[in-house]
């Protein structure tokens, strides 16, 4: 449950939440490219079809969807994001597990992201923090899309 404190900022177990922010990630299309067709993830709901299948195939249930642009949610250039997101497809590899796509925020803003199969819940934390990300999307087959704040790990669907 989101308490209202500031203007800007909720209470959640003690953790400050920009509530703006919290609604833009809870309202972004997360896209994934798999064998020539988009998958649309949404927090709060199943993955695709063809991404539990996916994720069946490889062996995986659990999986992350995370990207390195605009860390801390401060806007960078396009080089920028696209060193960084580079530096994070170097850090997950270039394997059967890992996907391109792209976050689509309510207002048309992209940005470039990786749908990555086999990662846990706390290695997901890690993975976020280290390319300093406030959140990142997680889930496990059958079960909907979670919001990970990094920092807390708390989750919200």
């Not at 396009?78 to 976050?103: C, F, M, P, W």
Request: charged letters at 25%; one cysteine or more; a negative charge.
């Amino acid at each position: 449950m989101i308490l209202p404190c500031e203007p800007w900022v909720s209470m959640v177990d003690g953790k400050e939440i920009n509530r703006d922010l919290h609604r833009v990630f809870m309202s972004t299309r997360y896209t994934v490219m798999l064998d020539g067709q988009t998958c649309d993830i949404r927090i709060g709901e199943k993955l695709p079809p063809a991404l539990e299948d996916f994720l069946h195939r490889v062996g995986q249930s659990n999986w992350i969807y995370v990207t390195a642009w605009n860390p801390d949610s401060r806007q960078l250039s396009l080089d920028e994001n696209r060193s960084a997101q580079a530096r994070l497809r170097r850090s997950v590899g270039y394997s059967e597990l890992v996907l391109d796509g792209i976050g689509i925020g309510h207002d048309g803003w992209k940005e470039e992201s990786l749908f990555v199969a086999g990662v846990t819940l706390d290695q997901a934390a890690t993975l976020g923090l280290e390319f300093e990300q406030l959140c990142v999307v997680v889930g496990e087959t059958g079960n909907p899309a979670k919001l990970l704040y990094c920092d807390s790990k708390l989750t919200f669907q």
